[in-house]
């Protein structure tokens, strides 16, 4: 399984940022989906989360009300909605998979990471 995470880029703070996630997932529907992200210096940490069929999500404090996590089964993607975004949120943002039911802390499969920058 290969995940592919796009759509990172250099924003001002406020504006809004949309990542994809993509990969040869062949049974993409049955698996949840999440987001993390690492700022140089700090650890990993999740993001979001939501489930196999994205009826139920998840999400760290510090992005509650502003991130939305969502999937098209169809398409065998999932998508990472980041809006009025401020300089915390800068960071290597990971897509990543697990066969778990529900939304797990841990993951099978990760993208490669994909890079987002926001300028105060």
């Known amino acids: 399984v290969q995940l592919q995470a796009s759509g990172g880029g250099l924003v001002q703070a406020g504006d809004s940022l949309r990542l994809s996630c993509g990969g040869n997932?062949?049974?993409?529907?049955?698996?949840?989906m999440a987001w993390f992200r690492q700022a140089p210096g700090k650890e990993r940490e999740f993001v979001a989360g939501t489930t196999y069929s994205g009826t139920t999500s998840k999400y760290a404090d510090s992005v509650r009300g502003r991130f939305t996590i969502f999937r098209d089964n169809s398409k065998k993607m999932a998508y990472l909605q980041m809006n009025s975004l401020n300089v915390e949120d800068a960071a290597v943002y990971y897509c990543?998979?697990?066969?778990?039911?529900?939304?797990?802390?841990?993951?099978?499969?990760w993208g490669q990471g994909t890079l987002v920058t926001v300028s105060s």
């Open positions: 990543a998979a697990s066969r778990t039911y529900g939304i797990p802390n841990e993951y099978d499969y």
């Open positions: 997932i062949r049974a993409f529907s049955s698996y949840a």
